[in-house]
């Protein structure tokens, strides 16, 4: 095998763990994130059973809405990746700088789970613009007739302004890559299933336990000490 072949493996065999490692790290995050999905998606799970036709089973309508809600933030991820990856062209260490901005927004989303500084709330606003014009939208959707008419309305929610999501775009748009956005929130949005699945199945205990202060706390620490480990990177990367 030549020189050149060894590192054309070499090189696409980093790039298989840097993927699976973004994803899995991800799903972690959207796993933490939870405790703020109970907390601003808790009253539309209620709402959203009024949706399903009585006497149905729960379960097939959950599955669909979650994962339209899941399509939409790989979506989101593909586009900002794709941005990502046109600035890193356009700019000298440009990945580096996106590192390093996704960094400051992971830190301040473990201030923001862990309630100690809440200005992501107002990143939130800008959002909210986009949301007004696309939320009438849901309604023509409702009420449900089959589980498969709560896949588009999941998509059309899955662009509720949310601090918690537009923190990991900021992942995403990091990547520089389509690709690579797309399966970072795809990992964000599978790691907040279990919990909106529980919250939509009747587990309300689980809403009860997660928003607690200490909950809250432990996984706004998980969240700091994960972007402390993406600034370090970053900044590593400026100094080469």
Same mark, same amino acid.
């Given at each position: 095998m030549t020189f050149l072949k060894k590192l054309q493996k070499k090189l696409q065999i980093q790039l298989i763990v840097m993927n699976d490692l973004s994803?899995? !790290?991800?799903?972690?995050?959207? +796993?933490? %994130?939870? #405790?703020?999905?109970?907390?601003?998606?808790?009253?539309?799970? %209620?709402?959203?059973?009024?949706? #399903?036709? &009585?006497? !149905?089973?729960?379960?097939?309508?959950?599955?669909?809405?979650?994962?339209?809600?899941? @399509?939409?933030? @790989?979506?989101?991820?593909? #586009?900002?990746?794709?941005?990502?990856?046109?600035?890193?062209?356009?700019?000298?260490?440009? @990945?580096?700088?996106?590192?390093?901005?996704?960094? #400051?927004?992971?830190?301040?989303?473990?201030?923001?789970?862990?309630?100690?500084?809440?200005?992501?709330? *107002?990143?939130?606003?800008?959002? *909210?613009?986009?949301? &007004?014009?696309?939320?009438?939208?849901?309604? *023509?959707?409702?009420?449900?007739?089959?589980?498969?008419?709560?896949?588009?309305?999941? =998509?059309?929610?899955?662009?509720?302004?949310? %601090?918690?999501?537009?923190?990991?775009?900021?992942?995403?748009?990091? !990547?520089?890559?389509? +690709? $690579?956005?797309?399966?970072?929130?795809?990992?964000?949005?599978? %790691?907040?299933?279990?919990?909106?699945?529980? =919250?939509?199945?009747?587990?309300? &205990? @689980?809403? $009860?336990?997660? $928003?607690?202060?200490?909950? *809250?706390?432990?996984?706004?620490?998980?969240?700091?000490?994960?972007?402390?480990? $993406?600034?370090?990177?970053?900044?590593?990367?400026?100094?080469?």
């Open positions: 994803f899995f !790290s991800a799903f972690l995050i959207g +796993l933490a %994130g939870g #405790v703020h999905c109970v907390g601003m998606c808790g009253g539309i799970v %209620g709402a959203f059973a009024y949706a #399903v036709p &009585k006497n !149905s089973n729960m379960l097939p309508y959950t599955l669909a809405y979650n994962f339209g809600r899941v @399509i939409s933030y @790989i979506i989101a991820g593909s #586009v900002t990746g794709w941005f990502g990856y046109l600035f890193a062209q356009q700019i000298n260490q440009g @990945i580096v700088v996106l590192q390093f901005v996704s960094g #400051v927004f992971l830190f301040l989303l473990g201030l923001y789970i862990a309630d100690w500084w809440q200005g992501l709330s *107002k990143i939130e606003m800008v959002g *909210k613009h986009f949301w &007004k014009i696309i939320r009438p939208w849901s309604k *023509k959707l409702l009420p449900f007739k089959s589980p498969l008419h709560a896949l588009p309305y999941g =998509m059309v929610w899955g662009w509720l302004p949310c %601090g918690l999501v537009y923190s990991v775009l900021t992942w995403s748009l990091a !990547s520089g890559s389509a +690709l $690579q956005g797309a399966t970072i929130m795809a990992g964000f949005g599978l %790691g907040t299933l279990p919990i909106m699945i529980l =919250m939509a199945t009747g587990f309300d &205990k @689980i809403q $009860q336990v997660i $928003q607690t202060p200490k909950a *809250k706390v432990v996984m706004g620490l998980l969240l700091i000490l994960f972007s402390i480990n $993406q600034l370090f990177h970053a900044i590593s990367g400026s100094i080469q």
